[in-house]
């Protein structure tokens, strides 16, 4: 019987909603592998976080609540992390494919000498326990398998949905017994503000391209994404060109995201932000260029100019 | 300063990716390749922290022979030297960086500056493993990166906004898209380029063992998305929203 361990990932004292998926995906191996789902909660004053992540359909969770942890640095979590595998007989260790999971895992698979499959997308068994991950900006997918008995993967939120809420499990003290490595410090964190939802987390996602020509022309896309009570996105070109900050990317290397409705505005649809928007269930495009690659992925194509018909479609919803 | 960085050998992104027909792997005919551009960021960076500080400039690949061209391009970035672990093998991220761990202990760089992903393979791991198997702070997804006094501060993308974190040299830096815009190579520097030291070793060399710890056992095509339909008008639109897809 082997176990499998989620990191809680939170910020500014609460736990982020991707936190939910990656527990989804603990409880489908664990329903391959058998063994406990285990949930662990690594930070400093973190009682609302583990409050909530307790109701996320645990077998059981650690609490690990400690100063060196207050913020977030992977050389002391990793080791923490490797600690508690340690412990209670872990053979998957997983968190979210978001820049936290990016970040950590690798050093914690590297402690552990373990194999990691990075975005994972499916979990399954085929004379043996394998794993589903898009390479080439989601062009392509594989399947892999890991020889090392403890295994790490980080999972991409939108494939595996969050489930409802059930009674709190019991929160159990864990002791990390690492020291705050030397030579490493967290500075400072600068969160874009926002009254809108989390890209990862919206219905509604108005991304906007290069196109719009300005940080000013964003307004069009902003108005329309308050409207349907959406998130802003855009493409890495619109990113690059200062139009909009990096917290908003979405493509290959920046967020995957998978709303219910997605508007790509003045985005042509290059392959590495097709990566990142194309498993949305309705998309709609908004381009001048007929030929653009984006209609060929969109379920409804508007060739129009942007700055005549959003404004019209913001105000007619 | 000595600088650590690297590069590899990728499929040209713009390109179409072909499966082959018994989904055992991808097919390289008539293919092009390049550097990840990941590492052109990477390299970019080393050459101006060296304009800076001084030092000199390593760049590693490991990969098949035919990687010396992306060596060189390195090279006519700025790299001063360079070592390629050859082998025709598919190495894995872990395979990657206890190859360059062993690098770093014979090189003892003070700074390892690489490409947060390769666009291949698009794993994001192979820094921080790293990272964990020399026991060296690392900084990824950078898009600043200031040195002094053996420390250095980067600013890093992350989800939600941005962060400073300040890491002691030896440590791993890896660039995200933002660190700088590389400068295209002159023809005059990558003609003397090719005249730069390029040494060729193999992972037995190293003796590291390169057996994957994460194996490919199959690939397939995406689920492709249904054909869409033209709208001719914002009304048009609303109306399908509303009443077809039902998401408005």
Same mark, same amino acid.
């Given at each position: 019987?082997?176990?499998?361990?989620?990191?809680?990932?939170?910020?500014?004292?609460?736990?982020?909603?991707?936190?939910?998926?990656?527990?989804?995906?603990?409880?489908?191996?664990?329903?391959?592998?058998?063994?406990?789902?285990?949930?662990?909660?690594?930070?400093?004053?973190?009682?609302?976080?583990?409050?909530?992540?307790?109701?996320?359909?645990?077998?059981?969770?650690?609490?690990?609540?400690?100063?060196?942890?207050?913020?977030?640095?992977?050389?002391?979590?990793?080791?923490?992390?490797?600690?508690?595998?340690?412990?209670?007989?872990?053979?998957? @260790?997983?968190?979210?494919?978001?820049?936290?999971?990016?970040?950590?895992?690798?050093?914690v698979a590297g402690l552990l000498?373990?194999?990691?499959?990075?975005?994972?997308?499916?979990?399954?068994?085929?004379?043996?326990?394998?794993?589903?991950?898009?390479?080439?900006?989601?062009?392509?997918?594989?399947? @892999?398998?890991?020889?090392?008995?403890?295994?790490?993967?980080?999972v991409r939120p939108t494939e595996?949905?969050?489930?409802?809420?059930?009674?709190?499990?019991?929160?159990?003290?864990?002791?990390?017994?690492?020291?705050?490595?030397?030579?490493?410090?967290?500075?400072?964190?600068?969160? @874009?503000?926002?009254?809108?939802?989390?890209?990862?987390?919206?219905?509604?996602?108005?991304?906007?391209?290069?196109?719009?020509?300005?940080?000013?022309?964003?307004?069009?896309?902003?108005?329309?994404?308050?409207?349907?009570?959406?998130?802003?996105?855009?493409?890495?070109?619109?990113?690059?060109? !200062?139009?909009?900050?990096?917290?908003?990317?979405?493509?290959?290397?920046?967020?995957?995201?998978?709303?219910?409705?997605?508007?790509? @505005?003045?985005?042509?649809?290059?392959?590495?932000?097709?990566? !990142?928007?194309?498993?949305?269930?309705?998309?709609?495009?908004?381009?001048?260029?007929?030929?653009?690659?984006?209609?060929?992925?969109?379920?409804?194509?508007?060739?129009?100019?942007?700055?005549?018909?959003?404004?019209?479609?913001?105000?007619?919803? | 300063?000595?600088?650590?960085?690297?590069?590899?050998?990728?499929?040209?992104?713009?390109?179409?990716?072909?499966?082959?027909?018994?989904?055992?792997?991808?097919?390289?005919?008539?293919?092009?390749?390049?550097?990840?551009?990941?590492?052109?960021?990477?390299?970019?960076?080393?050459?101006?922290?060296?304009?800076?500080?001084?030092?000199?400039?390593?760049?590693?690949? *490991?990969?098949?022979?035919?990687?010396?061209?992306?060596?060189?391009?390195?090279?006519?970035?700025?790299?001063?030297?360079?070592?390629?672990?050859?082998?025709?093998?598919?190495?894995?991220?872990?395979?990657?960086?206890?190859?360059?761990?062993?690098?770093?202990?014979?090189?003892?760089?003070?700074?390892?500056?690489?490409g947060k992903q390769a666009i291949?393979?698009?794993?994001?791991?192979?820094?921080?493993?790293?990272?964990?198997?020399?026991?060296?702070?690392?900084?990824?997804?950078?898009?600043? *990166?200031?040195?002094?006094?053996?420390?250095?501060?980067?600013?890093?993308?992350?989800?939600?906004?941005?962060?400073?974190?300040?890491?002691? %040299?030896?440590?791993?830096?890896?660039?995200?898209?933002?660190?700088?815009?590389?400068?295209?190579?002159?023809?005059?520097?990558?003609?003397?380029?090719?005249?730069?030291?390029?040494?060729?070793?193999?992972?037995?060399?190293?003796?590291?063992?390169?057996?994957?710890?994460?194996?490919?056992?199959?690939?397939?095509?995406?689920?492709?998305?249904?054909?869409?339909?033209?709208?001719?008008?914002?009304?048009? %639109?609303?109306?399908?929203?509303?009443?077809?897809?039902?998401?408005?």
């Amino acid at each position: 019987m082997s176990n499998i361990i989620v990191i809680a990932e939170h910020i500014n004292g609460s736990l982020k909603k991707v936190s939910w998926s990656s527990v989804t995906f603990a409880k489908q191996a664990a329903a391959l592998t058998g063994g406990q789902v285990i949930g662990l909660v690594l930070g400093h004053n973190i009682g609302d976080v583990a409050a909530e992540f307790a109701t996320s359909g645990l077998d059981k969770m650690l609490v690990c609540d400690e100063a060196t942890f207050a913020s977030y640095l992977p050389e002391n979590f990793a080791p923490a992390i490797v600690k508690a595998v340690q412990d209670n007989d872990a053979a998957i @260790v997983c968190a979210s494919t978001s820049t936290f999971g990016k970040d950590l895992l690798p050093r914690v698979a590297g402690l552990l000498g373990a194999g990691m499959v990075s975005d994972a997308i499916a979990i399954f068994d085929d004379g043996g326990l394998k794993f589903k991950r898009p390479l080439w900006a989601g062009k392509v997918i594989t399947t @892999v398998e890991v020889s090392t008995p403890i295994k790490v993967a980080s999972v991409r939120p939108t494939e595996f949905d969050a489930l409802p809420a059930v009674a709190a499990v019991a929160s159990e003290a864990f002791a990390s017994g690492v020291s705050a490595k030397e030579g490493v410090e967290f500075v400072s964190f600068e969160q @874009v503000k926002s009254e809108r939802p989390e890209l990862t987390d919206a219905d509604v996602i108005v991304s906007g391209g290069r196109g719009l020509g300005s940080e000013a022309n964003f307004n069009i896309v902003m108005e329309l994404a308050d409207k349907l009570t959406g998130a802003v996105g855009a493409t890495r070109a619109a990113v690059d060109s !200062g139009y909009a900050p990096n917290d908003w990317q979405i493509g290959q290397t920046g967020k995957v995201v998978a709303p219910n409705l997605y508007f790509a @505005v003045a985005i042509s649809g290059a392959i590495q932000h097709l990566a !990142g928007m194309k498993g949305s269930k309705t998309i709609v495009a908004i381009n001048t260029d007929a030929d653009a690659p984006i209609f060929q992925v969109a379920d409804y194509g508007l060739v129009a100019d942007a700055f005549e018909v959003l404004p019209d479609l913001t105000s007619k919803l | 300063m000595k600088i650590l960085t690297t590069v590899k050998r990728v499929t040209d992104p713009e390109m179409k990716v072909k499966i082959k027909a018994d989904g055992s792997g991808i097919s390289t005919d008539g293919v092009e390749f390049k550097m990840n551009s990941f590492d052109e960021y990477s390299i970019a960076e080393a050459a101006t922290l060296k304009k800076a500080h001084g030092g000199e400039i390593l760049v590693v690949s *490991i990969g098949p022979e035919a990687s010396t061209k992306e060596m060189r391009t390195a090279m006519g970035m700025g790299a001063d030297r360079g070592i390629l672990v050859q082998t025709d093998e598919t190495v894995d991220s872990d395979a990657v960086a206890r190859i360059l761990a062993e690098v770093c202990k014979r090189e003892n760089p003070d700074l390892v500056l690489m490409g947060k992903q390769a666009i291949d393979s698009d794993r994001n791991q192979t820094g921080q493993l790293l990272s964990a198997y020399m026991d060296w702070p690392q900084a990824t997804f950078a898009y600043s *990166i200031a040195v002094s006094d053996g420390f250095a501060d980067v600013g890093r993308e992350v989800d939600g906004g941005t962060s400073t974190k300040r890491v002691q %040299l030896p440590a791993i830096i890896t660039a995200d898209l933002r660190l700088n815009t590389p400068p295209l190579v002159p023809l005059p520097m990558l003609m003397k380029a090719k005249r730069k030291p390029l040494e060729i070793i193999t992972p037995e060399d190293l003796g590291v063992d390169i057996t994957p710890k994460v194996k490919a056992v199959g690939f397939e095509a995406p689920e492709a998305r249904a054909a869409g339909q033209i709208v001719e008008s914002v009304d048009a %639109l609303i109306e399908k929203l509303k009443n077809e897809a039902k998401v408005l």
